[in-house]
Nanobody
């Protein structure tokens, strides 16, 4: 059974930093496109950042220059370094791993940015 597990969320003050981690028990992890998504209360889940098997990255405009996504195929992990956090970054952050046409999801980790 595939397991996708996120960690690293928490409460942080505006301007602070957090690093999210996601590990997966996927045989073909290295060919997956990896993404971090977030969902704030009352909103739809949105893509925050993604990284392809070739390490090409893509960011939502609202996080460009503040967030960095990276992957470690040996560890079967994907990370999201979040700097200069803002209250509007608050939400549940989900790791999504897409292989061919199927996306595997974790249960999410809460990030709250508040003073």
């Amino acid at each position: 059974q595939v397991q996708v597990v996120e960690s690293g969320g928490g409460l942080v003050q505006p301007g602070g930093s957090l690093r999210l981690s996601c590990t997966a028990s996927l045989k073909n992890f290295n060919i997956g496109t990896l993404g971090w998504y977030r969902q704030a209360p009352g909103t739809q889940r949105e893509l925050v950042a993604s990284i392809t098997p070739g390490a090409a990255t893509n960011y939502a405009g609202s996080v460009k220059g503040r967030f960095t996504i990276s992957r470690d195929n040996t560890e079967k992990a994907v990370y999201l370094q979040m700097n200069s956090l803002k209250p509007e970054d608050t939400g549940v952050y989900y790791c999504g791993i897409t292989i061919l046409t199927y996306t595997y999801w974790g249960v999410g980790t809460q990030v709250t940015v508040s003073s």
